[in-house]
C-alpha cells in the first residue's frame, strides 16, 4: 500500500513558476515509476512527467523544456518544479506511483489545483 499526497499548486501568473511536490509514504519499494499528470477543467487527465525507478525520465511534448521532474529519495518525495508556465497549463496535478507487473495497484494522490492567468 502506497499513500501520495500532493501540494505546492496555487495561482500563478504566466511566465511565473510553482514547485510541486508529492510526499509518498507506505510500501514504497515497491513503486516502479512515479509521475504526474494533470487534469485541465473539462478534459481527461494527461501524463505530464514520469521518473522510474533507475532514473529515467519522459515528458510530455507539450512541457519539454519548461517543466523539470526530480526526486529526494531521503524524503521519499517527488518534484515538479514548473516554469514559464501558461494558461494552458491550468489544471488539477495529481501524483501517481505504479509497478511494472501486471494486475498490480495503480495509486493516486488527491490532487493539487494550479491556475495559470493575470
Known amino acids: 500500500q502506497v499513500q501520495l499526497v500532493e501540494s505546492g499548486g496555487g495561482l500563478v501568473q504566466p511566465g511565473g513558476s510553482l514547485r510541486l511536490s508529492c510526499a509518498a509514504s507506505g510500501s514504497i519499494f515497491s513503486i516502479d515509476v512515479m509521475g504526474w499528470y494533470r487534469q485541465p477543467p473539462g478534459k481527461q487527465r494527461e501524463l505530464v512527467a514520469t521518473?522510474?525507478?533507475?532514473?529515467?525520465?519522459k515528458y510530455a511534448d507539450s512541457v519539454k523544456g519548461r517543466f523539470t521532474i526530480s526526486r529526494d529519495n531521503a524524503k521519499n518525495t517527488i518534484y515538479l518544479q514548473m516554469n514559464s508556465l501558461k494558461p494552458e497549463d491550468t489544471a488539477v496535478y495529481y501524483c501517481n506511483a505504479a509497478q511494472w507487473t501486471l494486475g498490480t495497484p495503480n495509486y493516486w494522490g488527491q490532487g493539487t489545483q494550479v491556475t495559470v492567468s493575470s
Open positions: 521518473i522510474t525507478r533507475g532514473g529515467s525520465i
